[in-house]
């Protein structure tokens, strides 16, 4: 066989190798693409003074000066497997199997992958095993210029088809690679008696598929954990920037948090609470060093969504989570990250999909919903829900009244329910769980047949008990007592 048509033979079933690699991985997680995998391996053996030099010397192109690296460093070892070839496929096949092997090996150590990531190399190794040994066999008997054109062809379109599934769906293969999260700290469990469900609260901890959604963008943002990183910069003194991988390979904690949202109605349902997981923003921040004179965490969304929140709130009780009750975030709730404040409205904290943290100054500026009339401060108010009976409900026997109860982070202290206006009851208050949570309430009551109104008020455990005048949700927050009637038979 002439050099020129061996080496391209080995370069050519390399190309169909990684094709293959990309293609497979598109549908188990991109992490698992053997050519990234390899590299991935190779950042993370790195001795940190050859990443130093390497940052200090190529700046953020340093992933990009490794990954043509590699390329030249394969398509060398293709051309000299082609060429070592020219006699008999043997040393070209060996050479596919080892490459192969190290493939194996680095998707199968990567932190970041999932049980099915092996699939990826093991489809490369066949593939360059077999097309170097169909091509080599073309090559010896009739050696046309078309079957190489079409082998090129192929590997080129497998490698394409890889890359756009892989960059316009795969969110789910990202969140199915990053798999279960296990915190360091782990929420306590959510004692018996924290919620009354079968008197009409909702569960204590939401569902993630019935935890309540607001959005300002029309379709949920799709961004794979492997490809995104989050800025820290502005007023610190050293900016940072942190990848998925970095983020969760911290100690990881894990907090159980109601969040609200100000344009909840009184009586209205968005509010909901979850297990959140991810690391306390306060040691990020402290890590890189906030300047004197800030006093805003400014938060930017993939989507463009901005937030600003008040820096010591932030520092004393935020979170960047990462997960959400054991799973990484759902898509819709912020994957890869999103911040999580408690006591916060979620306008003026809890971004999603969040990708930029910038310390700085209310001064300097704004959140998206603040040129837009809502209040620039929007700590969360106290609140209470009546959830049964429903409005216009009817009640038979024995009449219980339930609901929920928020104020975080002071926490609930009493709730009280009156009837037709007349004197307030204490209600009973399901387990406390934490003062960054809901708290659930019951009363059992004996009411005359007939028409009835119930109403309800929270008081919070610094002592203020919720505000009785009826205010919109805008600009920060309504208040009111809300008031439910039904008839009892
Ligand atoms: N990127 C982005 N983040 C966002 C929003 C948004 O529209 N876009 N909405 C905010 C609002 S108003 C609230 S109340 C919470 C809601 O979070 P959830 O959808 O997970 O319940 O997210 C906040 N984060
Ligand atoms: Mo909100």
């Not at 953020?60 to 394969?74: E, N, Q, R, Y």
């Not at 919620?195 to 935890?211: A, C, H, K, L």
Request: net charge neutral; aromatic share 6%.
């Amino acid at each position: 066989m002439k050099p020129a048509k061996a080496a391209l033979t080995g370069l050519l079933a390399l190309l169909a190798a990684l094709a293959a690699g990309r293609l497979v991985a598109a549908f188990v997680g991109l992490s698992a693409s053997p050519y990234l995998a390899v590299g991935n391996a190779f950042i993370d053996l790195t001795p940190s003074w050859l990443k130093d030099f390497a940052v200090s010397t190529f700046g953020t192109a340093d992933k990009l000066v490794l990954l043509t690296g590699m390329a030249v460093v394969l398509a060398g070892i293709g051309v000299g497997a082609g060429l070592a070839s020219r006699n008999s496929p043997a040393p070209g096949s060996l050479v596919a199997v080892l490459l192969g092997l190290v493939g194996v090996v680095a998707v199968a150590t990567r932190p970041d992958v999932g049980a099915l990531a092996v699939l990826a190399p093991v489809a490369s190794t066949a593939a360059g095993v077999s097309v170097f040994r169909y091509l080599h066999k073309e090559a010896r008997e009739s050696a046309s210029r078309r079957d190489f054109l079409v082998t090129a062809g192929l590997a080129v379109t497998a490698g394409v088809v890889g890359q756009v599934f892989g960059s316009r769906t795969d969110v789910e293969g990202s969140r199915r690679a990053v798999g279960d999260l296990t915190p360091k700290v782990k929420a306590p469990e959510i004692p018996v008696g924290a919620d009354f469900v079968r008197d009409g609260t909702p569960s204590f901890i939401t569902s993630s598929e019935d935890f309540y959604r607001i959005d300002t963008a029309l379709s949920v943002p799709r961004i794979r954990a492997e490809e995104w990183a989050l800025r820290v910069h502005g007023m610190v003194e050293r900016p940072m920037v942190l990848s998925f991988e970095e983020i969760r390979s911290r100690d990881l904690v894990e907090e159980t948090v109601t969040l609200t949202c100000v344009s909840n109605e009184v009586g209205g349902p968005y509010t909901s609470t979850a297990n959140f997981i991810g690391v306390r923003i306060g040691d990020v921040l402290r890590e890189a060093g906030v300047k004197a004179g800030a006093d805003q965490l400014f938060s930017t969304s993939e989507d463009g969504f901005t937030a600003g929140s008040p820096l010591d709130h932030v520092l004393e009780k935020g979170l960047i989570a990462i997960g959400m009750n054991g799973q990484p975030l759902p898509a819709e709730h912020g994957f890869p990250a999103r911040l999580v404040v408690p006591g916060l409205y979620g306008y003026v904290s809890a971004t999603k999909w969040v990708t930029d943290l910038e310390v700085t100054t209310f001064a300097q500026d704004q959140g998206y919903w603040i040129p837009r009339g809502w209040a620039t401060r929007a700590p969360v108010k106290a609140s209470s829900r009546i959830d049964r009976p429903a409005r216009g409900g009817k009640m038979r026997g024995r009449t219980v009244i339930a609901g929920t109860a928020w104020a975080q982070p002071r926490g609930v202290a009493k709730v009280e329910v009156r009837i037709d206006g007349g004197p307030w009851q204490e209600a009973q208050l399901g387990a406390d769980v934490s003062d960054t949570t809901w708290r659930m309430w019951r009363v059992e009551l004996d009411l005359r047949p007939g028409g009835h109104t119930a109403e309800c008020r929270a008081t919070d455990k610094s002592g203020a008990t919720q505000d009785q005048a009826r205010l919109d949700p805008v600009p920060d927050g309504a208040t009111g007592w809300h008031s439910v009637t039904f008839t009892v038979e």
